[in-house]
């Protein structure tokens, strides 16, 4: 058990809010790096980062992370520690007309010899000529640049800029540094020191597997459960039944037009096609509990029927497609369902990709070599003089024709005798490889007794 006992008990209100009204997780704030929880990696004794910072010869950087991990933390550690001019600029407030007078500052500052840093928080929200601004103030060194994004760096900052800055990445909290965290709050005097609270260990674990890596998030459950428990004889009791309310429903971290998108589906593609349902389910219910158009995974899964499954199971492709007529049928939450039963089924299905490469063998050939016409024997001759110039000349109809192949060559001239398509042996298409062999040494026989 925590308990936090003080001579003194103020008001709930004034302990909870410091003397303001900022939230927890701002007035908790880390002021050194060694108040900083996690991104050791970055920060230990020793490491890059915090020599850098201690040093005060931080370069321009980008600071790449999910929400909560210490993005804003560090740069306000860097801002108290750096002898520079400290400027945040914000992507929603600041236009280009801002942009270029701060840069005239740092230019003038920089002649005095005085450095300036500039954080941009959220960069990914500046637009091109935004990030264009900048460029040539950094590439002089008028500034340095430190930026913030939860988005990946090689997709939201232009090219140009991000070549001039060192990208540190940082890393979700675990459970056991949101804990540290959760247990600082409720002995700091910025926090909820003034109060005696009373929260068993297993509790505050709760709250840090709810948030998910985020310390803000952990820090906002904390604040909301302590404020409405009630207070008994000068002691808060947090108590199981209010740490489920507080935590009924995880905000999973899945942004639906961002890089965690294409890394989830991703992962679900790659889970299935190593025939894993167990994690092929999970990387499902991670898109689903996420917010994710069922319709847009159902497109998928039923791409990866074709692709990855293909002709070991035929039948894979009903289901996927039948699971994605459900999912217009009668949506979310139901659709999961039909969803699951789908990637369970592809995920232990036989697999093959020889539809797939077959096709990508025809595409290069269909792209890159001469466009010849179709041969003359397989055209349909639809009008008299189509026929008069030798549209289906010695075409025969394989129907009547021995084994129901005839002696006939649908390719063009340079392309003849070419095998896009190279069935494996897993599932039914072993079936087909026998099928298809038993076609060749057929028209071996006819080609054979032709050239006799």
Known sequence: MRKNAHDSTPSLFAAANGGDHA???????????????????????????????????????????????????LANVIARTTHARFITFSAV??????????????????????????????????????????????????????????????????GALLSRCKVFVLKGLSE?????????ALSDERAFG???????????????????????????????????????????????EMVEQCTSRKSLLYDKGGEEHYNIISALHKSMRNSDPDAAVYWLARMLEGGE????VARRVTRFAAEDVGLADPHALEIAVAAQHACHFIGMPECSVHLAEAVIYLSVAPKSNSA?????????????????????????????????????????????????????????????????????????????????EKIKDWKRKLAESRGG
């Not at 954080?119 to 950094?138: G, S, T, W």
């Not at 075409?395 to 006939?408: F, G, T, V």
Request: negative net charge; hydrophobic residues 40%; proline residues 5%.
């Open 23 to 73: 939230p927890l997780a701002e007035r908790l704030r880390p002021r050194t790096l060694d108040e900083v929880v996690g991104q050791q990696h970055l920060i230990a004794p020793g490491k890059v980062l915090r020599t850098l910072i201690e040093n005060d010869s931080v370069p321009s950087l980008v600071l790449w992370g999910p929400p909560g991990v210490g993005k804003t933390t």
């Open 356 to 436: 797939y490469i077959a096709y990508e063998r025809a595409k290069k050939d269909a792209l890159e070599r001469t466009a010849e016409p179709v041969p003359l024997a397989i055209r349909n001759a639809v009008t008299k003089l189509m026929k008069e110039v030798g549209y289906g000349k010695g075409y025969r109809l394989a129907h009547y024709e021995e084994n129901k192949i005839a002696d006939l060559q649908c390719l063009p001239d340079s392309l003849a005798g070419t095998e896009y398509y190279t069935p494996t042996t897993e599932g039914i298409e072993a079936k087909i490889a026998a099928r298809l």
């Open 293 to 296: 158009d069922p319709l847009y």
């Open 93 to 158: 407030t600041s236009g280009i007309k801002e942009i270029k007078e701060v840069m005239r500052q740092a230019d003038e500052s920089r002649a005095f010899g005085q450095k300036t840093i500039v954080f941009v928080d959220e960069i990914h929200r500046f637009n091109k000529a935004q990030q264009d601004a900048f460029l040539p103030f950094v590439e002089r060194g008028s500034i340095i640049l430190i930026g913030a994004t939860t988005e990946n760096p090689s997709f939201e900052v232009n």
């Open 194 to 240: 003034g109060l005696k609270v009373d929260i068993a260990d297993d509790l505050l674990g709760a709250i840090a597997v709810f948030a998910n890596g985020d310390a803000r998030a952990a820090l906002s459950t904390l604040e909301m459960i302590v404020i409405n428990c009630e207070e008994k004889d000068g002691t808060i009791c947090i108590t199981p």
């Open 176 to 184: 056991d540094d949101l804990k540290r965290l959760l247990a600082r």
